[in-house]
Structure formats: structure tokens, C-alpha cells
């Protein structure tokens, strides 16, 4: 079954004029984890459009990370295929150019200074020195860090690494953003800036690959949202589609869509209820 991140605009695809192609920013055909006897990922196809913001769910344990970590390409599938901005998820050194990823503790050197984490990682991406120094000047005041840039990670709290961390993911301006908890640890104010950063990023044609928890931001910023359960995708679709299809007690929320999918019934068909 092909599960397609949903209609993107005509205006949100690449001109191939420009160099560029307009084919989706990510698919995958029967993607398969396994370890051992355990199923991680199960035969997974998937299809997200560019300058989509796919809000990746599904409870803990459901193949999350592991799906996340076969398209940033750390981790090698036992089956299938996949490729990100065209390029295939097995060519980890090919696709690193392409893609930004903020897994959920932040890659980060704790004896860098924030300036210095941000230098490094722009010259493994092949910025130039003047870019390097724009996009981190710019990044650093967006999320109120420029303050502190100069001082160690190692004495920065949760929420200021997480910031540098995103800043980092996204300062090469790559074509697909990978996005594991985003808002963890961040305040009110950061966390607005971070849903105003990833809107941004998908106006710009940029694709953004959420996963969180936190199902009102998906229903506020998505375009489309999948549901891994169990290694599977067990709905997927625009949010307000989601909603609509389904008629549960009168409420209309992707919080009742997640619960009723990811919830194994406790009496199988076959088997009557008790009087």
C-alpha cells in the first residue's frame, strides 16, 4: 500500500529549470528493519512530497527512530529501498549534503562553544566561511542564543543545546529536514520560534520530517501526517482529513485518530465480550 504525504501545492515543487527536479523528497519501497526475530520497521512505503511538513507519529517503541535512522542513512535496512532528495539511503555520503537531522539528544560537542559547534559543522557541509558567519549571525539571534555563543556547551542547559542543535541541522539550508522531539526542553517563547522556523522552512520548498509527541503541533503545522504503529503505517493523510474521516464520540482530533489506531482492541472479533 502506497502511503502518499499528501497534495503540495504546484507552486512548493522544484523548477526543473533550475536544476533541480520535482520528484518527491522522500520515498520508500518496502523498507524493513529486522533484528533477530524483532520486526522494527515492517515493509514500509512511504512518499512525502517536497516542501512538505510530515508529522511522523506513533507511540514509543512503534519504529520511529529506527525509520528516521534508515532515511538519515545511520542505519542500514535489512530490505527494501529508499532514497531522500534523490539520493539513495544507502549512500550515507552522498545524502549528508542533502539532509539536516536533530535526533532527540543533539549531536553537539560539549567542549565547543555554540559558535565554534556551528563553524565546524558549516565546514563539514562545505560553507564558505562568509556563509558560515551570515547563517549562524542570523540563526543565533532568530532563537536568542547569540548571547551566549561564546560560551561552552558543557554549561549550557537543555533547552540551549537543543537550540543549537536545530540551528545546526538547518544552517547548510538543506533540501530535507529530519526533526526528532524539536521543542524538548525549550520554553514557550523558543518553542513558538521553532513552529514559526519550520513553517518558514517548508515555504521555502525546504521538507521537514517531524516526529513528537505533542499532536497539537503536528495539527497546527502539518501538511500531512503519518502514523507508524508496530513497525507499520496504520493511517496517514492530512490532518483535517484524518479528523474528518473518522466519527469518535463527537470529537475531531488527532488525538482521538492516534488513540483509536494505535490501540489494540482488548476482545479480538472472534471472540464475544463478556455480559
Known amino acids: 500500500m502506497k502511503h502518499s504525504a499528501s497534495d503540495t501545492p504546484a507552486s512548493n ?3 526543473p529549470a533550475t536544476g533541480t527536479d520535482d520528484q518527491p523528497a522522500i520515498t520508500t519501497n518496502g523498507l524493513t528493519k529486522t533484528y533477530g526475530e524483532t520486526t522494527a520497521v515492517s515493509d514500509l512505503d512511504l512518499t512525502v512530497e517536497r516542501g512538505a511538513v510530515y508529522g511522523f507519529l506513533g507511540p514509543n517503541g512503534a519504529g520511529k527512530t529506527t525509520t528516521i535512522r534508515m532515511l538519515t542513512g545511520l542505519l542500514r535496512p535489512t530490505s527494501g529501498t529508499g532514497r ?41 557541509r562545505n560553507m564558505s566561511p562568509a556563509a558560515i558567519d551570515d547563517r549562524i549571525e542570523t540563526l543565533l539571534a532568530r532563537f536568542e542564543l547569540a548571547g551566549a555563543a561564546d560560551e561552552r556547551i558543557a554549561t549550557y542547559s537543555k533547552g540551549m543545546r537543543q537550540k543549537t542543535g536545530l540551528i545546526q541541522a538547518i544552517m547548510h539550508d538543506p533540501d ?15 518553542a513558538r520560534t521553532v513552529r514559526e522556523t519550520i513553517t518558514n522552512l517548508a515555504a521555502a520548498d525546504t521538507t521537514v520530517f517531524l516526529s513528537t509527541h505533542i499532536l497539537p503541533v503536528v495539527e497546527e503545522i502539518a501538511t500531512d501526517v503519518g502514523i507508524l504503529y508496530d513497525g507499520d503505517i496504520v493511517a496517514d493523510g492530512p490532518p483535517d482529513e484524518l479528523t474528518g474521516d473518522r ?4 470529537e475531531h482530533t488527532l488525538e482521538d485518530v492516534f488513540l483509536e489506531v494505535t490501540t489494540e482492541d482488548e476482545y479480538p472479533e472472534d471472540e464475544p465480550m463478556p455480559d
Request: charged share 30%; hydrophobic share 30%.
Open 176 to 190: 530535507v529536514v529530519f526533526l526528532d522531539e524539536p521543542t524538548s526542553g525549550l520554553d514557550p517563547r523558543a
Open 247 to 250: 466519527e469518535i464520540d463527537g
Open 13 to 15: 515543487e522544484r523548477d
Open 84 to 124: 531522500v532528495a534523490g539520493t539513495s539511503i544507502t549512500d550515507r555520503e552522498t545524502l549528508v549534503e542533502h539532509i539536516g537531522y536533530l535526533p532527540e539528544s543533539p549531536p553537539v560537542h560539549e567542549e565547543f562553544t555554540a559558535r565554534e559547534q556551528l563553524e565546524y559543522h558549516g565546514g563539514l
